[in-house]
């Protein structure tokens, strides 16, 4: 025990640390924590916070539910059509693709836009450079 409320206590399996109401717990700059074999570690250098994975990055939100997997070269949905990209409350601001764009069904300011073209008179325009 450390002053009146700071402690580091372990029942065998666990390792608690705790400290006072509104404490934290400080880690300097370059020094990481390590899980497994060290093939993850959290670390920052006091601007940078690296998460690192030797295999994938799953995030649960809400709960203990994986919902996103980060692995080399992907950030992909745990289950086929199951998490959102922003939503009508909270937008991204801008997309930049370099690539293929694959979606099942695309609107314009609510109107959508189908194989042919548009629906309900929006005009799409398109310019080729030869």
Do not use: C, H, R, W
């Not at 980060?70 to 949905?77: E, F, K, R, Y």
């Amino acid at each position: 025990t450390f002053a009146t409320a700071e402690k580091i206590e372990s029942d065998g399996t666990d390792l608690t640390i705790t400290v006072g109401s509104n404490g934290d717990i400080n880690i300097g700059q370059d020094i990481g924590l390590t899980f497994g074999d060290d093939g993850e570690k959290i670390e920052g250098d006091g601007t940078n916070l690296t998460i690192a994975s030797s295999g994938d990055l799953n995030l649960a939100g809400g709960g203990s539910t994986n919902q996103i997997k980060v692995t080399d070269g992907a950030i992909l949905p745990i289950t086929d059509d199951d998490v959102d990209l922003g939503s009508s409350s909270y937008q991204f601001k801008n997309a930049y693709i370099d690539g293929t764009l694959e979606a099942d069904a695309i609107t314009i300011g609510g109107t959508a836009v189908t194989a042919g073209g548009a629906t309900a008179g929006f005009a799409l325009a398109m310019a080729v450079a030869l």
